[in-house]
């Protein structure tokens, strides 16, 4: 049977539009501070959840809701099973966004929202290549799961939960990196360094606030400090001074003894923190040349000199690479400090590759760490994942790639960690395209209309090659 995969997938633009529209305009962000029985992550992602799921229903698919934190699509028949690894979760939109991040927006041929391109663009572009299958009638030997988490920014919890129920896939793929295909993922942990600090009279910083989400290099940092026990003209003259000198925003605003600035940098995915500037590291930088108190110095100093622009963890005494997986990254994105606490915290995004663990990498930060700190392992950590490039799965994933886009290059790994890494046999595959900018974690995102379309034929003869 002759497949003309772009003629078929050019069919399906409209409603991977609306579709996709629709789910945009969900803000599925993990929130468990509003969570419930029905919603153990919060009703946004639940929501979003059964919106992706009702478009299996819709269009004559098998499909199973696993607890409001999961669920999955399926077709076909057999005892293995391809999985199919997506989100419908999102990021906190952020600062910085022209449109309404829960708004999808239709502009010079791209579509605008959060999630556009991580991983609602991607995921749906991946389930209407599925569609084009079962619309088709093709023969198929193996069943497909197309499954769907709504926490994969975060805990993982959802689809953790979902491989305890549910039969776990043998092998699959998760459209959720970039092109050609990611059968390597590095490590991801965060370290959570704390500062013990008694109250202080004498303190000119009242707080010091950054960072939306761990794996987010955050784009605005804030600083509360006591007007009285400053000059504040002459910290306005100087931190003006500064932001102009690193091409960076600031703002300054003063009312109630306090003297409040904020500065503005560029958010980023933290899997590459050399992509965005990070606010926090800047304005603690700033900030040490006001005559600080010593508990002040300890915080903001150790964020100067050890944290700010440190990308490959060398100041930590964490710095290493490796021949396949390359170098592990270091991003430091949650700031906590108030002067009426007890103590201060950090948290610091690690990305690396295989040949360290964990409790290695968190006993080095200890050697470096300033008096009064200490270093723990912070929430869901993930061991580094690797899949052989002479993997079948591999090879039929790249074949169908490169049978529809023109690029031979190899498969690599990278520093973002996705659902691939849940199965033994699991890689990324797509959808960032060679040359397009990346817009994950950052204002703006989007993608490309033309390439979501493009996508429905990769990933419907991917699949195809799979389990027919």
């Known amino acids: 049977m002759s497949i003309d995969w772009k003629k078929d997938s050019e069919k399906y633009r409209d409603d991977l539009i609306k579709d996709l529209t629709d789910l945009v305009n969900i803000e599925s962000v993990r929130d468990v501070e509003h969570k419930t029985d029905d919603y153990p992550l919060g009703p946004g992602v639940s929501k979003a959840l059964k919106q992706v799921l009702g478009y299996g229903e819709r269009d004559g698919f098998v499909t199973k809701n696993v607890e409001n934190v999961a669920g999955h699509i399926e077709y076909g028949q057999g005892d293995d099973i391809l999985g199919v690894l997506g989100h419908v979760d999102v990021v906190p939109a952020g600062d910085g966004w022209v449109t309404d991040p829960f708004t999808a927006t239709i502009k010079d041929g791209k579509i605008y929202g959060r999630g556009t391109s991580d991983d609602k663009g991607p995921s749906l572009a991946a389930y209407y290549g599925l569609k084009l299958i079962k619309d088709l009638g093709l023969p198929v030997s193996k ?40 059968n390597g993922e590095k490590g991801i942990v965060s370290f959570k360094i704390t500062f013990d600090q008694a109250n202080d009279d004498q303190a000119i910083v009242k707080s010091f606030t950054s960072g939306v989400r761990v794996n987010m290099v955050p784009q605005t940092a804030t600083v509360v400090l006591n007007a009285d026990k400053i000059d504040v003209e002459a910290v306005r003259s100087s931190f003006t ?76 005494n964490i710095a290493y690479s490796d021949a396949t997986m390359g170098p592990l990254t270091a991003s430091p994105d949650i700031y906590e400090y108030n002067e009426k606490q007890d103590s201060a915290n950090i ?36 061991p580094p994942h690797f899949v052989s490039a002479d993997d079948e799965l591999v090879a039929n994933l790249l074949a169908a790639y490169r049978d529809h886009y023109d690029d031979n290059s190899e498969p690599m790994s990278i520093g973002g960690g996705t659902y ?31 390439d979501l379309v493009l996508l429905i034929e990769i990933y419907a003869d991917a699949i195809y090659r799979l389990i027919k």
């Open 143 to 182: 069943k497909v799961r197309f499954i769907f988490g709504t926490d994969e920014e975060s805990e993982w919890y959802g689809i953790t939960r979902y491989m305890q129920v549910e039969k776990k896939p043998e092998y699959g793929f998760s459209p959720d990196a970039e092109f050609p295909l990611i």
């Open 241 to 316: 001074d500064f932001v102009a000198d690193d091409k960076l925003s600031g703002d300054i605003v003063e009312g109630n003894g306090e003297l409040t600035l904020t500065l503005t940098g560029k958010g980023s995915h933290a899997m590459d923190p050399k992509e965005g500037v990070n606010s926090a590291t800047y304005l603690a930088t700033y900030l040490t040349s006001l005559n600080l108190n010593d508990k002040e110095k300890n915080y903001f100093s150790f964020i100067s000199n050890t944290l700010h622009l440190d990308f490959d963890g060398k100041n930590l």
């Open 347 to 382: 948290l610091v995004n690690v990305r690396y590759p295989k040949g360290k663990t964990d409790e290695e990498l968190v006993n080095n930060i200890s050697e470096v760490l300033p008096e009064h700190a200490s270093a723990i392992v912070d929430g869901h950590a993930q």
């Open 420 to 450: 691939g890494r849940m199965l033994d046999r699991g890689v990324a595959f797509g959808g960032l395209l060679p040359g397009r900018e990346n817009v994950m974690h950052q204002a703006n995102e989007y993608m490309i209309i033309d």
